[in-house]
């Protein structure tokens, strides 16, 4: 694909973004769900996953390779090998997550989410000592805002985030909660607070050390909408600071939410501390205030700063970091973009010309060997394809779509994105884990395959949740929410909720080896509470009807095992079918074209 196709394509999301996101801020519909009727929403702001100018063609030391033909499905009998004698790893049920809600009970009733993030592009502005304060950034204009959350006359501004702490932790849910670390946050909520003649992006310190940029310095820009944040107060602690403090301090936040909450270790807490969100584009998302690219030293030493702080008030906490934006930001840090698009790479090569998720994970076990406690608990990044926009329902990109998501695990599929090499993101992630940062947890806090309102983008969702589970990922949050009439709704409730009693699909993944994985993609797990054993088979060909035989390593009693299917011949809703009436060592079901089914048998 051509740049100007990629970056027409690109500019299409973020505009497509900036008009979805102008239409939520008029009427005033920005919520974090997860909130009860008489609970107050908080915003959930959208994020753009590549807003950059260029793409590069290729990335530093990922083998590049001819692209791989697309195996078509077939109409032979497909086997699916299970074993269940041999679990592999236990299902961490925390992989079932979600930004957002609907704003309704029956929403969470329903599709009973387990894990919520607060955060996204605002929360790195987020002024906690007001409540209510953010700013919009380059998502809307620069300027600050309350989103909507108005404060009552005669009543303190309320506080969104312990709010929304609060609402999630009354439905049982964990809760990811974000710490702004770009050392600026909104000053007040008013929408004249705005940031004036930003460039269109960010740029190399003027000079070294330098906060501006050539030609624009952001000095009365952060005037206009900011005071500053710190890590650190180095002072006794206060619950309710003044409204108009001139520094807001992110360690006095988090011993207000252990105050009222308690520590992360009482379960009425935070769960887990985000420091901040996708730093690389700071300068791109930011640029008002924040105009410079920043390397390799400076995203370590910002996420050590605030992690440290945080421990220091709640040691019990679980940090996570650096919060990446994708694929990109995997490998480099902005400052190798250069002038030649990443290709000498000179900050990379400066350390040691490693990844830069590899080296951060280095680095920071140092530092954590030396202090004697760990500062990172989880190695928390986003993910997007890139070869599909996230609106396109076209058959082609629907294709995409469904292929794309091998690129979470296959050793042999090749992006079919500007990317065009081996991805296979989880498995990359646990081997750099392995290697600089053994015990480190992984972290997908922000995904999203698009077009979850279609079957096939439903059947994205199916796959993309069966493939965490089998890869032992520790916590996903999906960005924003499926919408509750659409597919991807159903899907999820395939693992959290396929019987509207509460059954989920179970909590130790057990081999399921399909003979033909690009065709009908399988999953399955055992339930520990009730011994029962879950299948779920994903046919992604549009076309064909499959055929599955099940091959169990270890016979099963003869029984009935309860059949659901998500489907176009149940107008894409997840919907008990007919039994199937089985014994032994074999079960053959059929597996209609654009489908998912879950078995559920006996042990």
């Known amino acids: 694909m051509s740049f100007q196709a990629i970056f027409s394509r690109l500019s299409s999301i973020y505009l497509t973004r900036l008009a979805a996101m102008l239409l939520l801020f008029l009427f005033g519909v920005l919520v974090l769900g997860a909130c009860g009727d008489e609970e107050i929403p908080s915003p959930v702001p959208f994020t753009t996953p590549v807003p950059t100018t260029t793409i590069p063609d290729t990335i530093v030391a990922a083998t590049a390779t001819p692209r791989l033909a697309i195996t078509s499905a077939s109409k032979a009998t497909i086997t699916i090998e299970i074993d269940q004698n041999n679990p592999t790893n236990s299902i961490s049920p925390l992989i079932y997550g979600l930004a957002a809600t609907d704003g309704t009970p029956e929403y969470v009733q329903e599709l009973r989410p387990t894990f919520m993030r607060w955060g996204g592009n605002p929360s790195t502005r987020y002024n906690w000592v007001i409540g209510n304060a953010w700013n919009a950034a380059r998502d809307y204009s620069f300027q600050n805002t309350d989103y909507g959350h108005k404060v009552v006359k005669g009543d303190f501004p309320p506080n969104v985030a312990e709010q929304s702490i609060q609402s999630v932790k009354k439905q049982g849910m964990a809760f990811l909660f974000t710490i702004p670390t770009m050392g600026w946050v909104a000053k007040d909520t008013n929408p004249l607070s705005s940031s004036l003649l930003v460039p269109k992006g960010g740029g190399l310190p003027l000079t070294p050390g330098s906060e501006a940029i050539p030609n624009y310095d952001p000095t009365d820009n952060r005037l206009r909408t900011s005071v500053q944040s710190k890590a650190r107060k180095n002072a006794p602690f206060v619950i309710q600071p003044p409204?108009?403090?001139?520094?807001?301090?992110?360690?006095?936040?988090?011993?207000?939410?252990?105050?009222?909450?308690?520590?992360?270790?009482?379960?009425?807490?935070?769960?887990?501390?985000?420091?901040?969100?996708?730093?690389?584009?700071?300068?791109?998302?930011?640029?008002?205030?924040?105009?410079?690219?920043?390397?390799?030293?400076?995203?370590?030493?910002?996420?050590?700063?605030?992690?440290?702080?945080?421990?220091?008030?709640?040691?019990?906490?679980?940090?996570?970091?650096?919060?990446?934006?994708?694929?990109?930001?995997?490998?480099?840090?902005?400052?190798?973009?250069?002038?030649?698009?990443?290709?000498?790479?000179?900050?990379?090569?400066?350390?040691?010309?490693?990844?830069?998720?590899?080296?951060?994970?280095?680095?920071?076990?140092?530092?954590?060997?030396?202090?004697?406690?760990?500062?990172?608990?989880?190695?928390?990044?986003?993910?997007?394809?890139?070869?599909?926009?996230?609106?396109?329902?076209?058959?082609?990109?629907?294709?995409?779509?469904?292929?794309?998501?091998?690129?979470?695990?296959?050793?042999?599929?090749?992006?079919?994105?500007?990317?065009?090499?081996?991805?296979?993101?989880?498995?990359?992630?646990?081997?750099?884990?392995?290697?600089?940062?053994?015990?480190?947890?992984?972290?997908?806090?922000?995904?999203?395959?698009?077009?979850?309102?279609?079957?096939?983008?439903?059947?994205?969702?199916?796959?993309?949740?069966?493939?965490?589970?089998?890869?032992?990922?520790?916590?996903?949050?999906?960005?924003?929410?499926?919408?509750?009439?659409?597919?991807?709704?159903?899907?999820?409730?395939?693992?959290?909720?396929?019987?509207?009693?509460?059954?989920?699909?179970?909590?130790?993944?057990?081999?399921?080896?399909?003979?033909?994985?690009?065709?009908?993609?399988?999953?399955?797990?055992?339930?520990?509470?009730?011994?029962?054993?879950?299948?779920?088979?994903?046919?992604?060909?549009?076309?064909?009807?499959?055929?599955?035989?099940?091959?169990?390593?270890?016979?099963?009693?003869?029984?009935?095992?309860?059949?659901?299917?998500?489907?176009?011949?149940?107008?894409?809703?997840?919907?008990?079918?007919?039994?199937?009436?089985?014994?032994?060592?074999?079960?053959?079901?059929?597996?209609?074209?654009?489908?998912?089914?879950?078995?559920?048998?006996?042990?």
């Open 243 to 603: 409204l108009t403090s001139p520094v807001i301090y992110q360690d006095e936040w988090v011993n207000r939410i252990v105050t009222k909450f308690g520590k992360s270790a009482d379960g009425g807490g935070v769960d887990f501390y985000a420091m901040d969100n996708e730093p690389e584009l700071w300068s791109e998302t930011h640029t008002d205030v924040s105009p410079t690219k920043i390397g390799y030293d400076t995203l370590l030493s910002r996420f050590l700063e605030y992690s440290t702080a945080v421990k220091a008030v709640d040691s019990t906490a679980k940090v996570t970091g650096p919060v990446s934006w994708g694929w990109q930001a995997y490998f480099n840090s902005e400052l190798d973009r250069g002038d030649d698009n990443f290709k000498t790479a000179p900050d990379r090569k400066a350390h040691g010309d490693m990844p830069f998720l590899a080296w951060f994970l280095q680095e920071v076990r140092k530092n954590d060997e030396k202090a004697g406690y760990r500062t990172l608990d989880v190695l928390d990044i986003h993910y997007y394809p890139q070869s599909v926009n996230e609106r396109d329902e076209t058959a082609k990109g629907q294709e995409l779509r469904l292929n794309a998501v091998r690129s979470l695990y296959d050793p042999v599929y090749v992006d079919e994105s500007w990317i065009g090499q081996r991805i296979r993101l989880l498995p990359r992630m646990k081997e750099w884990i392995n290697q600089y940062y053994p015990g480190t947890k992984l972290a997908i806090s922000e995904w999203n395959f698009g077009a979850d309102k279609t079957l096939p983008g439903g059947l994205a969702i199916a796959n993309a949740l069966g493939i965490f589970g089998r890869e032992d990922v520790y916590f996903a949050s999906y960005w924003r929410y499926p919408d509750p009439k659409g597919a991807g709704f159903q899907a999820f409730k395939l693992y959290t909720n396929f019987d509207g009693k509460g059954s989920r699909f179970g909590d130790q993944s057990i081999p399921a080896v399909s003979s033909q994985e690009t065709a009908v993609r399988s999953f399955a797990a055992l339930d520990s509470k009730s011994g029962r054993m879950r299948v779920i088979l994903v046919n992604n060909s549009p076309t064909n009807d499959q055929t599955v035989e099940l091959k169990l390593a270890k016979a099963l009693p003869v029984q009935q095992a309860n059949v659901y299917e998500l489907s176009a011949a149940t107008k894409n809703i997840l919907m008990a079918r007919p039994g199937l009436n089985f014994g032994g060592n074999t079960l053959q079901v059929k597996v209609p074209a654009y489908s998912a089914i879950l078995l559920d048998m006996q042990p």
